[in-house]
C-alpha cells in the first residue's frame, strides 16, 4: 500500500505563488506517475498536472499552464506544485495522486491523498 500526504497549502493574494508537496510512504517502489488534481466548491475534480517516474515527460491543464510547474524528488519520494500568478478562480482542495502506470495522459490513478486547501483572494 501507498500513503501520501500533501502539505503547503493556504491562502494567497492573486497574483502570488505557492509551493505545494506530496510525500509519498509505504510501497513506494510500486509508483510511477504521479499527478495532482483538484476539486472547487461544487466542482467536478479535475486534473491540473502529471509528471512521469523519471521526470522526462509532464503534462498540464489548459488553465494552469505557463504558471504552475511539476516536479518529483524521487530521492525524497516527494513530488511538487510551483503555483504562480494564482488567481481566485484556482481556489480548491489539491489532492496528489499517484499510480502504477507511467501513463500520464489519462487519469486511473490507484492513490490519493487527503488533499490540502488553497484559497487564493483578497
Known amino acids: 500500500q501507498v500513503q501520501l500526504v500533501e502539505s503547503g497549502g493556504g491562502l494567497v493574494q492573486p497574483g502570488g505563488s505557492l509551493r505545494l508537496s506530496c510525500a509519498a510512504s509505504?510501497?513506494?517502489?510500486?509508483?510511477?506517475?504521479m499527478g495532482w488534481l483538484r476539486q472547487a466548491p461544487g466542482k467536478e475534480r479535475e486534473f491540473v498536472a502529471a509528471?512521469?517516474?523519471?521526470?522526462?515527460?509532464?503534462n498540464y491543464a489548459d488553465s494552469v499552464k505557463g504558471r504552475f510547474i511539476i516536479s518529483r524528488d524521487n530521492a525524497k519520494n516527494t513530488v511538487y506544485l510551483q503555483m504562480n500568478s494564482l488567481k481566485p478562480e484556482d481556489t480548491a482542495v489539491y489532492y496528489c495522486?499517484?499510480?502504477?502506470?507511467?501513463?500520464?495522459?489519462?487519469?486511473?490513478?490507484?492513490?490519493w491523498g487527503q488533499g490540502t486547501q488553497v484559497t487564493v483572494s483578497s
Open positions: 509505504g510501497r513506494t517502489d510500486s509508483i510511477y506517475a
Open positions: 509528471i512521469t517516474r523519471s521526470s522526462v515527460s509532464t
Open positions: 495522486a499517484a499510480k502504477e502506470s507511467n501513463y500520464i495522459y489519462e487519469l486511473g490513478y490507484h492513490y
